[in-house]
């Protein structure tokens, strides 16, 4: 019995050790389902009616899970209705229900339901619409000119006013086709006068107002080409943007549009089609003219291009080290033709940067670095490069430097005389940029 008892223990002991290092499997925790969201009635109901005129509430919700909605209602005085679908409340209240109503909407997705509560109070008259007011009377504008009526105010036989919000009116023009209009919102189509009725009904009661619209034709001031200015490379094509600056506005016109003509000055080196300059050979300024006409109006522009052959310059353009660590710096030269050698100068600040080594870039074929000529002194050293093999087209890194890090502060290294030579030695004509800096922490 005892040797039993001892046993029994050892197992519970092990048991209990096993559970508390985790050796036991674990209970599975079911992944809990995601709650339903309830939905939001969004709508302000209506509390007034009127014994004899038709009461109308369209009761608004959403739901935030995307279920479909259905309408009902819980408590109604007797004759309301409440279409289930799409939740809006009809009644025609008798002399019986006057007084104050208790209404109760109900909104349900199919899971959960949420209500709103409120009085409808009924009364034998309230005060009736006698006229509305729309301003401005007239209106003038262009084609394609968008303008707001400022007003319609509504005056009720007590005497009172208010203000009627746009939307809620409704609009005809006669004759249709001079104008479109949306909650008050007037557009000019084509050139004429047309007359808008502007019609509001509250409580069973329309009274209208009319506005006299002219459209006159929008009248072409001046046209903006951009960019004003461009460089290109030679073999580049870029597109301009014209825009068209109206009495009223502007528009952007197509570059294909055929009241839209381009003349360059010199189309040996920037020739223009369709809106877009191409570089054909090195120079400039070129000043290409743009003329625009529209409505017996004609408007022009200029651009005034120059065209390079190559563009030199270093990446990354900005960069940040630590003191006595090193910047890398990569000498990249763009859309070059037949690049057989270089000599390049970079100067920098030499209380922040010392010149530490260079090497190949790799866009030389058969590239051969002799030893630079530094200047760590005044800040400046001469890189020379040159292909045994051939030469290179195109864009690339022709050689990686690095310096080492001195002093914290910021250097800016720049461009100094540099020269490019392709296959036959000759001088390839080219831009260097402003350089790039070095900020050392």
């Known amino acids: 019995m005892k040797n039993k008892r001892v046993l029994f223990l050892s197992i519970l002991t092990l048991f209990l050790s096993l559970l508390l290092v985790g050796c036991l499997p674990s209970p599975v925790t079911p992944t809990p389902e995601p709650e339903n969201e309830l939905p939001i009635i969004t709508s302000t109901p209506i509390t007034t009616a009127i014994v004899g005129f038709v009461y109308s509430y369209d009761v608004q919700a959403t739901d935030p899970d995307g279920d479909t909605l259905t309408y009902t209602l819980s408590i109604a005085p007797s004759g309301m209705n409440i279409d289930y679908p799409t939740g809006i409340v009809s009644w025609s209240p008798s002399s019986l229900q006057l007084g104050d109503n208790e209404v109760v909407v109900r909104v349900s997705d199919g899971t959960s339901s949420v209500t709103q509560s409120f009085i409808i109070t009924v009364s034998l008259i309230g005060r009736l619409l006698e006229s509305i007011e729309v301003l401005p009377e007239t209106m003038e504008l262009s084609v394609a000119q968008s303008l707001s009526i400022t007003s319609v105010t509504a005056t009720y036989d007590d005497e009172e006013t208010a203000v009627v919000a746009l939307a809620n009116c409704t609009y005809v023009s006669d004759p249709t086709g001079i104008v479109s209009v949306v909650d008050g919102v007037i557009t000019g189509l084509a050139v004429g006068t047309t007359t808008i009725t502007v019609s509001y009904t509250e409580v069973g009661v329309t009274q209208t107002d009319t506005v006299e619209v002219t459209v006159i034709p929008r009248v072409l001031e001046s046209i903006t080409v951009l960019p004003a200015t461009m460089t290109l490379f030679v073999g580049q094509p870029q597109a301009i943007s014209v825009t068209a600056n109206y009495n009223f506005g502007t528009a952007n016109i197509a570059l294909t549009n055929p009241n839209c003509t381009y003349v360059s000055d010199d189309p040996s080196i920037a020739s223009v089609a369709a809106g877009v300059i191409t570089g054909e050979s090195v120079g400039g300024p070129v000043t290409i003219t743009v003329t625009y006409e529209e409505g017996g109006?004609?408007?022009?522009?200029?651009?005034?291009?120059?065209?390079?052959?190559?563009?030199?310059?270093?990446?990354?353009?900005?960069?940040?080290?630590?003191?006595?660590?090193?910047?890398?710096?990569?000498?990249?030269?763009?859309?070059?033709?037949?690049?057989?050698?270089?000599?390049?100068?970079?100067?920098?600040?030499?209380?922040?940067?010392?010149y530490a080594s260079s090497a190949d870039g790799g866009f030389i074929p058969g590239a051969f670095l002799p030893s630079p000529t530094v200047d760590n002194t005044n800040g400046s050293v001469v890189l020379d490069i040159a292909s045994l093999t051939g030469s290179a087209s195109g864009t690339g890194t022709i050689i990686t430097v690095i310096f080492d890090t001195i002093a914290s502060g910021s250097s800016n290294i720049t461009f100094g005389t540099t020269l490019l030579r392709d296959e036959n030695n000759d001088p390839i004509y080219h831009t260097t940029s402003s350089g790039c800096s070095v900020t050392i922490n």
């Open 297 to 354: 109006v004609t408007e022009t522009d200029t651009v005034e291009v120059t065209v390079v052959l190559a563009y030199l310059t270093i990446t990354p353009p900005s960069q940040t080290v630590t003191v006595g660590s090193q910047a890398t710096i990569n000498i990249v030269v763009a859309t070059i033709p037949n690049l057989k050698g270089a000599s390049i100068t970079l100067n920098f600040d030499a209380t922040k940067l010392q």
